[in-house]
């Protein structure tokens, strides 16, 4: 699994709308409202590098209001759920 971080400019007065359609894409598992020099930042999941092609300026791009996006690409995802657990191997309770 791929994860990509998108950073995305849009209309400002449509920031709303822009996060939902954004949302409701298949390869997109949330979308974030930001303050900064983006508006709204998603994160992309999909199989493979070719994906990123389909959905980021396949489908993201072309959503109207969307005016630039910044991808970046992770190369290992650490969480606090996976820091826990491997703490806990071999604990009863």
């Known amino acids: 699994m791929i994860t990509a971080i998108v950073l995305i400019k849009t209309s400002v007065d449509r920031i709303p709308e822009i996060a939902e359609a954004i949302a409701a894409l298949d390869s997109v598992s949330e979308v974030f409202s930001v303050t900064g020099t983006h508006d709204l ?3 992309v999941r999909v199989a493979s590098h070719d994906d990123l092609a389909d959905v980021i300026p396949g ?3 072309k959503i109207p209001g ?4 910044d ?3 992770a190369f290992r995802t650490y969480s606090q759920h ?4 491997a ?4 604990l009863d309770g």
């Open 82 to 85: 996976d820091l826990e657990a």
């Open 59 to 61: 489908r993201i791009s």
């Open 87 to 90: 703490f806990n191997i071999g």
């Open 66 to 69: 969307v005016e630039a996006t």
């Open 41 to 43: 930042i998603a994160m």
């Open 71 to 73: 991808t970046h690409v």
